[in-house]
């Protein structure tokens, strides 16, 4: 994990950057990492980041972004 994402850059978000992620729906963990979604960035948590990215989780993450 780089240390852009762990330290410092945390202490000075709310909450040291945990929340819920809007995926998977799991609490208190980092929500820091950005994941393109057609058109919009949204923050989720690690696991959800490299699920994305491998191409799972499609319908979970265009139903967080709203058809324009």
């Known amino acids: 994990m780089g240390k852009t994402h762990r330290g410092k850059g945390l202490k000075e978000q709310v909450r040291q950057g945990r929340s819920v992620c809007p995926v998977c729906k799991r609490s208190a963990v980092k929500v820091v990492f950005e994941a393109q979604v057609k058109d919009k960035t ?5 696991t959800c980041k490299a699920a994305i990215s ?3 989780m499609q319908k979970e993450v265009e139903a967080l972004v ?3």
């Not at 949204?42 to 690690?46: R, W």
């Open 42 to 46: 949204i923050k989720v948590c690690k």
């Open 66 to 68: 709203p058809a324009s």
């Open 54 to 56: 491998h191409g799972k």
